[in-house]
């Protein structure tokens, strides 16, 4: 059954540090989401993608975020200087032109 | 700002019992209601899922009741089993964009 991947499964990083975190979608989605989760809270949508472009974005994905879709496979979420509150696992997520919207295993980003 | 308000925030049942996990929601926009589980380090997955323009959907061991006009929908458990013992985040898809509110989720402890 396909599935989202994501990689790195973990990464510790210093603040200020830019960190790439990657995913590959399953291969006909159309529709491209970040989301993350502090530890013991709810899921927060963070952006969407669809058509090579952002669709919407929330409050938390400032001009310190950004996401790229280089290739047909690959979506990515570039922090470029990161802080100590931007720990969080971070989803990625996927869906056809239907409702159902898968996410991967997640990236815990633990930021020092 | 749209809210998912989920109750109760962590709950017990016994091998065999009934689970019943609520959530209301406030903006009439949504028109998808998924429920989804989560394991402790992995990311979330889809478990059912509902319109509102349906009262109950039942999969297995795992309903949705949906109630319109009181806003609310509820996710029930029968016959629960240790391995149910999860998060479970119920959610609502806001159409434009696609992007999915989450409730503040449920750990649910099944007991042998």
């Known amino acids: 059954e396909p599935e989202v991947t994501q990689t790195p499964s973990h990464q510790v990083t210093q603040m200020g540090q830019e960190v790439i975190l990657r995913c590959v979608p399953i291969?006909?989605?159309?529709?491209f989401y970040w989301y993350r989760q502090i530890l013991g809270q709810k899921v927060e949508f963070l952006v969407s993608?669809?058509?090579?472009?952002?669709?919407?974005k929330s409050e938390i994905f400032d001009d310190q975020f950004s996401v790229e879709r280089p290739d047909g496979s690959n979506f990515t979420l570039k922090i470029r200087s990161t802080k100590l509150e931007d720990s969080a696992m971070y989803f990625c997520?996927?869906?056809?032109?239907?409702?159902?919207?898968?996410f991967g295993p997640g990236t815990r980003l633990t930021v020092t | 700002q749209q809210q998912v308000k989920q109750s109760p925030q962590s709950l017990i049942v016994q091998k065999g019992g009934i689970s019943i996990i609520n959530c209301a929601y406030e903006?009439?926009?949504?028109?998808?209601f998924p429920w989804y589980q989560q394991f402790p380090g992995k990311g979330p997955a889809l478990l059912i899922a509902?319109?509102?323009?349906?009262s109950e959907k039942k999969e297995g061991r795992f309903t949705i009741s949906f109630n319109k006009s009181a806003k609310q929908f509820s996710l029930h458990i029968m016959d629960s089993q240790p391995g149910d013992s999860a998060t479970y985040f119920c959610?609502?898809?806001?159409?434009?964009?696609?992007?999915?509110?989450f409730g503040q989720g449920t750990e649910l402890s099944v007991k042998p």
């Open positions: 997520a996927s869906r056809p032109d239907t409702y159902e919207q898968y």
């Open positions: 291969s006909n989605h159309l529709y």
């Open positions: 993608f669809y058509n090579n472009e952002i669709s919407e």
């Open positions: 903006n009439t926009a949504f028109d998808y």
């Open positions: 959610a609502e898809f806001y159409n434009q964009g696609g992007k999915l509110i």
């Open positions: 509902i319109r509102p323009d349906v």
